[in-house]
C-alpha cells in the first residue's frame, strides 16, 4: 500500500464475467487519466458462489439454468449478450470451453501474487485462463503453472495454497465487502469516499476519477518550496 499514491480498491471474482469487461473499462479510463501514475490499484477478493465445489459437476450452461432459475434459451441469450459486450471491449468470451469450479484457491494464489506487487497481472491472467482459455482455475497443476507465468515460484504456490495466512487474507477481504455493502462485482472504491458498481462505461470512470483524484489531492497538496537559486545544472546538460 503506498500512502503518496490515490487508492482505488477493486471486489471481484475471477468468474464474473462482467468483472473483466469492468477491469477493461477502468483500464481505458485510467490510461486516459492525466494524474495516472499517482493512483495505486488494489485488488480484492470476493466470491459469487463459495459453495461450488473444487470439481466441475455440470457445464457452465446448465450451472447458470439452475442458479438463475432461467430457462435454458434465456440463458443462451444472456451468454451470447455478455459475449458481445466482451467482444466490445476487446476480449474474447468462450463460454462453451468455461470449466464452473470454486475460485477460493484462485484468490488465495492472488492474495501471494499481491505481496510481490503483481496484483494486476495475476487478475489478468486469471480471468484469460477461465473465460477465454477454459482452464481449470481449482486445479492445483493448473494454479501452478499459472502462478509462474505471472512470476511466482513453486514455493510461492505451495505457501499460498497451504498457509491459512493466505486463506485469511482472502476472507478478510470478502468480509471488508460486507461491511462496506458490496453486493455484487465488480466494485470500485476510490478514496474510501466514491464507489462505482458494475461494468459502468470508461466515461462513468473517468468523472470519478476526476471527482475522487481532486478531493485527494487538497488532502495530500504537493510540496510548496521557497528555492533560493544557486548554480546548477539540469537534466539537459544545462549548466549555469
Known sequence: MNTNKMQVEIWSDVMCPFCYIGKRHFETALEQFANNREVEIIWKSFQLDPALPEKEEIDHEQYLVERKGL?????????????????????????????TVNSFNAHRVIQMAKTKG??????????????????????????TRLGKEIGLTEEDINEALTNEAYAGKVNRDLYEAQ??????????????????????PPEAF???????????RQEHPLPSLEITEGPSCTPDGHCS
Request: aromatic share 14%; charged share 25%; no cysteine.
Open 118 to 143: 503483481w496484483g494486476d497481472a495475476a487478475e489478468e491472467r486469471f480471468f484469460k485462463a477461465y473465460f477465454t482459455e477454459g482452464l481449470d482455475i481449482a486445479d492445483r497443476p493448473t494454479l
Open 71 to 99: 430457462p435454458k434459451d434465456q440463458v443462451k441469450s444472456l451468454l451470447d449478450h455478455v459475449t458481445q459486450s466482451a467482444r466490445q471491449a476487446g476480449l474474447d468470451y468462450r463460454f462453451d470451453k468455461v470449466i
Open 206 to 216: 473517468t468523472q470519478t476519477l476526476d471527482k475522487a483524484f481532486a478531493e485527494w
Open 179 to 200: 461491511q462496506i455493502g458490496v453486493r455484487g462485482v465488480p466494485f470500485f472504491v476510490f478514496n474510501r469516499k466514491y464507489a462505482v458498481s458494475g461494468a459502468q
